[in-house]
């Protein structure tokens, strides 16, 4: 178990930033996908980087949206800008052996609790 745990969630306004991060231990080892559930719709995935610093996105943060790790914190973080009210989900990191970067949440072995993105229009 890797227990992630997330951070950086809060209240915006449209067309600002947020950068949100994802620590575990010994998570350099991992790669990390970024999912996020709005109300009443389904998890869906949202970026992800492999433990190559590969890095995929889904289309709809592709341009705004940026993820990154830094290994000597074993910490993912994802870097968000030009937010708009459809961002405004709970955001999920969540950690995978697979050394590419899988967008199905079964391929996701351990998640953390989850942070609360709201923006505001």
């Known amino acids: 178990q890797v227990l992630l745990v997330e951070s950086g969630g809060g209240l915006v306004q449209a067309g600002n930033s947020l950068t949100l991060s994802c620590a575990a231990p010994?998570?350099?080892?991992?790669?990390v996908g970024w999912f996020r559930q709005a109300p009443g719709k389904e998890r869906e995935f949202a970026a992800g980087?492999?433990?190559?610093?590969?890095?995929f996105y889904t289309d709809s943060v592709k341009g705004r949206f940026t993820i990154s790790r830094d290994n000597t914190r074993n910490t993912v973080y994802l870097q968000m800008k030009s937010l708009k009210p459809e961002d405004t989900a709970v955001y999920y990191c969540?950690?995978?052996?697979?050394?590419?970067?899988?967008?199905?949440?079964?391929?996701?072995?351990?998640w953390g609790q989850g942070t609360q993105v709201t923006v505001s229009s």
């Open positions: 969540a950690a995978t052996y697979q050394y590419y970067i899988p967008t199905l949440e079964v391929e996701y072995y351990d």
């Open positions: 010994d998570l350099s080892s991992y790669g």
């Open positions: 980087i492999s433990r190559a610093d590969s890095t």
